[in-house]
């Protein structure tokens, strides 16, 4: 028996892999039993970022009761510093070889961001920059469902982003959304060869509605077999048809639409 599709997930600045569990419950239910989904939690925790050693060393049993990981945390001066990306980067290295293969990965936010630098690294970028900082062996990603993604401004990341990236993308970005702005999510689809945009009503948040979810279906059908199914419903099967008539109507991006209130 063929294994299921592996997918990792990676959550957003100040969150969870549980939290994204929740946040993602409308892809959950699109990819349902015919995928493995892998929840990863940042190594950075952020709840105690504005202690100092004093604090801590004064509290040692300081307990909060949620988590609120990253994957980095931005230092302005002269330029950016992303302290902790190096230590997130080898994170996912060693997730890769112990617990891939992952065909795709789920991205919020910070977490799409990095799922971009994933797919980027795996895509042939390694050798022209930072990368993992130890031997990774996987191949390259195969797909991309992100949502309120963007790029890393420091010019010295900019090898990542050098070249177009050859692995099929799905976009959400909210029309209100006040984190990540529609330009900065669309330079961070640009930079894909065929991304699929879906621009929603709403804001910072992977949207909930059966329109969202029949075009996530309709993208990750070819990758997760059993997806779409033989009793697949009619608004699934239109929302296949609508990124087929976008991709005729444009070669380099399609765009769906989710104006329901």
Same mark, same amino acid.
């Given at each position: 028996?063929?294994?299921?599709?592996?997918?990792?997930?990676l959550?957003?600045f100040?969150?969870?892999?549980?939290?994204?569990?929740?946040?993602?419950?409308?892809?959950?239910?699109?990819?349902?039993?015919?995928?493995?989904l892998?929840?990863?939690?940042?190594?950075?925790?952020?709840?105690?970022?504005?202690?100092?050693?004093?604090?801590?060393?004064?509290?040692?049993?300081t307990?909060?009761?949620?988590?609120?990981?990253?994957?980095?945390?931005?230092?302005?001066?002269?330029?950016?510093?992303?302290?902790?990306?190096?230590? @997130?980067?080898?994170?996912?290295?060693?997730?890769?070889?112990?617990?891939?293969?992952?065909?795709?990965?789920?991205?919020?936010?910070?977490?799409?961001?990095?799922?971009?630098?994933?797919?980027?690294?795996?895509?042939?970028?390694?050798?022209?920059?930072?990368?993992?900082?130890?031997?990774?062996?996987h191949?390259?990603? %195969?797909?991309?469902?992100?949502?309120?993604?963007?790029?890393?401004?420091?010019?010295g990341?900019?090898y990542?982003?050098?070249? %177009?990236?050859?692995?099929? @993308?799905?976009?959400?970005?909210?029309?209100?959304?006040?984190?990540?702005?529609?330009?900065?999510?669309?330079?961070?689809? &640009?930079?894909?060869? &065929?991304?699929?945009?879906?621009? $929603?009503?709403? +804001?910072? $948040?992977?949207?909930?509605?059966?329109?969202?979810?029949n075009?996530?279906?309709?993208?990750?059908?070819?990758?997760?077999? +059993?997806?779409?199914?033989?009793? #697949?419903?009619?608004?699934?099967?239109?929302?296949? #048809?609508?990124?087929?008539?976008?991709?005729s #109507?444009?070669?380099?991006?399609?765009?769906?639409?989710?104006?329901s209130?």
């Amino acid at each position: 028996m063929a294994s299921k599709p592996k997918i990792l997930c990676l959550h957003g600045f100040g969150e969870s892999g549980e939290l994204l569990r929740i946040r993602s419950r409308n892809f959950h239910r699109v990819v349902e039993d015919h995928a493995d989904l892998v929840y990863l939690d940042g190594h950075l925790d952020i709840a105690n970022l504005h202690l100092t050693a004093a604090d801590l060393d004064r509290n040692n049993s300081t307990h909060v009761d949620f988590k609120n990981l990253a994957w980095w945390w931005s230092r302005k001066s002269k330029t950016v510093e992303y302290r902790g990306l190096e230590e @997130s980067l080898e994170q996912v290295g060693r997730v890769l070889n112990e617990q891939g293969p992952f065909d795709g990965i789920l991205g919020f936010s910070q977490g799409a961001c990095l799922a971009i630098i994933i797919a980027a690294l795996l895509g042939g970028r390694a050798g022209h920059g930072p990368g993992f900082g130890i031997e990774v062996t996987h191949p390259p990603i %195969k797909f991309l469902v992100l949502a309120g993604a963007f790029l890393l401004s420091e010019p010295g990341y900019k090898y990542l982003y050098a070249e %177009k990236i050859n692995v099929p @993308s799905f976009h959400m970005s909210g029309e209100y959304d006040t984190v990540i702005t529609r330009d900065e999510a669309r330079a961070a689809s &640009s930079i894909f060869e &065929s991304p699929v945009l879906f621009d $929603f009503v709403g +804001g910072h $948040f992977i949207p909930q509605t059966p329109q969202c979810a029949n075009a996530m279906a309709a993208f990750v059908a070819p990758f997760v077999p +059993g997806v779409l199914g033989d009793s #697949a419903d009619d608004s699934v099967a239109d929302a296949a #048809a609508d990124t087929d008539a976008a991709d005729s #109507a444009s070669p380099e991006q399609q765009i769906l639409q989710d104006v329901s209130a």
